[in-house]
C-alpha cells in the first residue's frame, strides 16, 4: 500500500502536498520526504517534498466537506477549517473502511476475513465487491454495468464459497421467459397432479448476466422477488431463503438486441456499480493467479474457506438496524433526494426508496468500520451508487453531453454537510 493512503495516524506529524497528477491532497509520515510513492488515485509516480512547512498535526474533522473531503486543522488560524481533497464520492473504498480508526467489532472482524478470502482468488474490484457486500448485508441488490471478463462470475462464486451460500446464475436471452425463472407447475403422471417445479431464482447468491437482453415481461418476474423475497405461482407464494442477492450484470457497449430495464426494475437495485478494466498491477496479479488452467472449482474448494453461514449473515444483518443514525443525517439524506426531484439537468429524480436504500446501506458501511453510528461521509461515499441509475437525464442534458455522476457530484456539493 501507497505511503500517501497508508498513513492514516490522526496524531502523528504529516507532510502534505497536492499530486501533480490529479491534483488529489496526499500525505506521507514525515520520513518519508524525498522517497518515491504513488498516488492512490491517478496512480502516478512522484516523490515526497522533502522541503515542506512545518507538518501539521491532523485532528478529526468538525464538519466533513462534500463528496468525501476531509477538512485539516489551518496552522494560522486554529478555527478555520481548510479543506483538502478526499476519496471520489463515486468510489467505494475498501481502503478507506478498512483505515479507518474504529472498533474491533465482530461485524468488522467478519468484513475483514471475507476480504481476505476474496483476495486468494479474486483481485482488485474494490468498488464492486464492498458495494456488493454492503448490499447483502443491507438486504439489497447489485446491477453492475462492465464490459465482459472482468470476473463477475467469478466474485459471485467466491462469494457463495466464502459465505455458505447456494449461488445459481441466469443467462438472459431474449426468448427467456418469466417461467423459465421462477419455475412453474409440472403434471405429475404418477399423482395426476400438478406439482410446483421450482425455478434457479430459488438460491440466495444470484447472478443475473447480461440482464438488458431480455424483454420486459421477463424483467417483470423479478419484481416481487427482488422486493417481497417471494413468488406467487397460480396464487401460491413460495418464500425465497434468506440472505438473497441478485447481481444483474450489463453491457455498456453493445445496444444491439438489447432492451432497456424498465424504471421499475431499476429502481429495485439498491446500487449501480461501474467495474472497469483493473490497474497495470492488478492485472499482473490476475496473470499469475488464473494462468495455469486449474479447475476454478477444485481452487475454490482447496484455497477458499467458508468462515460464516446464512444465519449468521442474517443476525449481523438485523444487528446493523442498531446502527444509530441522527436526525440531522436523516435530513441531509433527505435534502439530497429531493433535491434530484427539482435539479434542472434531470427529467425524473430519483423515488424515496433511494432514501430507504441510503441509510440502510450507511448503517451497514459504518458498522463494517466498526462503529455504532453513521456519519455523513458513509452517505457521500455511497451517494454515486444509490442514485446514479435512479435519475433521468433532461433531453436538453443529454444533447449537451451532460454525465449523471457529474450533475449528481455537484448537487451533492451544492447540499451542506451536518455537523454530528
Known amino acids: 500500500m501507497n505511503s500517501s493512503s497508508s498513513f492514516s495516524d490522526d496524531s502523528t506529524p504529516v507532510l502534505r502536498w497536492t499530486c501533480g497528477g490529479c491534483g488529489h491532497a496526499l500525505r506521507a509520515p514525515t520520513d518519508a520526504g524525498g522517497k518515491s510513492t504513488r498516488c492512490p488515485h491517478c496512480q502516478l509516480v512522484q516523490k515526497v517534498p522533502a522541503n515542506m512547512p512545518p507538518p501539521v498535526v491532523a485532528r478529526p474533522p468538525i464538519s466533513p466537506s462534500p463528496i468525501g473531503e476531509r477538512s485539516v486543522e489551518d496552522p494560522a488560524d486554529p478555527g478555520k477549517d481548510v479543506p483538502t481533497s478526499g476519496e471520489a464520492a463515486d468510489s467505494l473504498s475498501i481502503e478507506r473502511s478498512l483505515a479507518a480508526d474504529s472498533g474491533d467489532t ?19 474490484q474494490d468498488e464492486l465487491v464492498l458495494g456488493s457486500l454492503v448490499a447483502l448485508f443491507s438486504s439489497g441488490h447489485v446491477l453492475i454495468e462492465s464490459v465482459p471478463g ?7 462464486r467466491t462469494l457463495g464459497r466464502i459465505l455458505g451460500c447456494k449461488f445459481a446464475r441466469i443467462q438472459f436471452t431474449a426468448d427467456l421467459m418469466p417461467s423459465d425463472i421462477t419455475g412453474a407447475p409440472i403434471f405429475d403422471m404418477k399423482t395426476q397432479e400438478f406439482r410446483f417445479h421450482p425455478g434457479p431464482i430459488f438460491t440466495q447468491l444470484l447472478l443475473a448476466d447480461e440482464i438488458n437482453r431480455s424483454p420486459a415481461k421477463t424483467h417483470a418476474a423479478l419484481l416481487e422477488i427482488m422486493q417481497e423475497f417471494r413468488v406467487t405461482i397460480d396464487g401460491k407464494s413460495h418464500t425465497i431463503e434468506r440472505p438473497f442477492l441478485v447481481l444483474a450484470t450489463q453491457n455498456p ?21 461501474l467495474a472497469d478494466y483493473p490497474r497495470e498491477d492488478q492485472e499482473s496479479s490476475i496473470l499469475k493467479l488464473h494462468s495455469r488452467q486449474v479447475d476454478i472449482n477444485r481452487r475454490l474448494a482447496e484455497e477458499v474457506a467458508t468462515i460464516t453461514s446464512p444465519e449468521e449473515i442474517m443476525a449481523i444483518t438485523r444487528e446493523n438496524n442498531s446502527v444509530r443514525i441522527d436526525d440531522r443525517l436523516l435530513d441531509y439524506v433527505n435534502k439530497i433526494v429531493r433535491l434530484t426531484r427539482r435539479w434542472p439537468q ?13 441509510i440502510q446501506a450507511s448503517r451497514t458501511l459504518a458498522a463494517f468500520e466498526g462503529r ?5 461521509d458513509d452517505v457521500i461515499q455511497l451517494a454515486l451508487p444509490a442514485l446514479r441509475h435512479r435519475v433521468i437525464l433532461s433531453a436538453e442534458a443529454e444533447v449537451e453531453g451532460h454525465l449523471v455522476d ?4 455537484e448537487l451533492i456539493r451544492s447540499v451542506e454537510v451536518p455537523r454530528l
Do not use: C, W
Open 406 to 409: 457529474d450533475l449528481l457530484r
Open 372 to 376: 455504532d453510528y453513521a456519519i455523513p
Open 346 to 358: 434531470f427529467h425524473m429524480g430519483a423515488s424515496p426508496r433511494a432514501g430507504i436504500a441510503l
Open 150 to 156: 472482468l470476473g463477475k462470475t467469478l466474485l459471485v
Open 253 to 273: 457497449i453493445e445496444s444491439e438486441g438489447t432492451y432497456n430495464l424498465p424504471e421499475a426494475q431499476l429502481d429495485r437495485f439498491m446500487f449501480k456499480l
Open 106 to 124: 465482530t461485524t468488522r472482524r467478519l468484513f475483514q476475513k471475507i476480504l481476505s478470502e476474496i483476495s486468494k482468488i479474486f483481485v482488485g
